[in-house]
């Protein structure tokens, strides 16, 4: 299967409309959002998550996160060129659809950068200021993964489970989000893994429990370092 994934960038030469995009960053041209590269190709990652739901992942489940939101931010817009009530009531109902699509765009943009090859930094154990905020707080790596992994596998229907930082104490924990709820606010996204379906059905079938294993070996925690810091 590897050799006969693409590179993401010849894949999805579809999906793009502007080029030289900055990699993983949320670009925004024209006001409006687009689809980060990923450093990787989508094999790369296997055989802790092939390079099928890779594919499929980003330049399908992500691609239409981004869509949707540039749909109704320009819904939004134009709502709020008016000042009636029926323009204010469509600015509402706007809402739970920006959060949602808006939500899975930063949510899976966060989540590539999590990620990395092994050899690449992938599965390498955290160290610096982070490293010793998961020893003096979970008593080691393999308690926090232990600890995560027991939050994910309570996320009833689809979410995502977050390693953040309170903005307010500096320390860490983990909390959990329906759907694709952001965090934001009072914490900051440090490191995420995805429990949706779409994540990992495609090759664990309803063994989610063996991907939320597996995915740790792929896990980028310089990036989670530098966020952190």
Do not use: C
Not at 15 to 23: D, I, M
Not at 113 to 129: D, I, M, R, Y
Not at 210 to 215: G, H, T
Request: no cysteine; proline share 5%; hydrophobic share 40%.
């Amino acid at each position: 299967m590897s050799q006969a994934i693409l590179r993401p960038s010849t894949a999805r030469a579809a999906f793009r409309a502007v080029s030289h995009a900055k990699p993983l960053s949320t670009t925004f041209v024209r006001n409006k959002a687009t689809l980060p590269d990923l450093p990787y190709d989508y094999a790369a990652l296997e055989p802790a998550i092939s390079g099928q739901i890779m594919e499929l992942h980003h330049s399908k489940h992500h691609n239409t996160y981004v869509n949707s939101f540039n749909a109704a931010a320009e819904k939004l817009a134009t709502a709020q060129q008016l000042n009636t009530p029926e323009a204010i009531a469509d600015q509402i109902a706007l809402q739970p659809i920006l959060n949602f699509h808006g939500g899975g765009h930063i949510n899976h943009s966060l989540f590539w950068e999590n990620l990395a090859p092994k050899g690449k930094g992938g599965g390498e154990p955290p160290s610096g200021e982070l490293g010793k905020a998961i020893d003096s707080t979970f008593g080691g790596l393999e308690n926090l993964k232990k600890a995560m992994n027991a939050k994910l596998a309570g996320i009833q229907g689809s979410g995502w489970a977050w390693l953040v930082k309170d903005n307010e104490t500096g320390g860490i924990g983990i909390k959990t989000y329906a759907n694709q709820d952001p965090v934001v606010s009072q914490f900051k996204p440090l490191l995420g893994i995805d429990a949706w379906e779409h994540a990992y059905y495609l090759q664990y079938q309803n063994r989610k429990a063996e991907y939320f294993s597996a995915v740790w070996d792929v896990v980028n925690w310089r990036v989670a370092e530098k966020r952190f810091g």
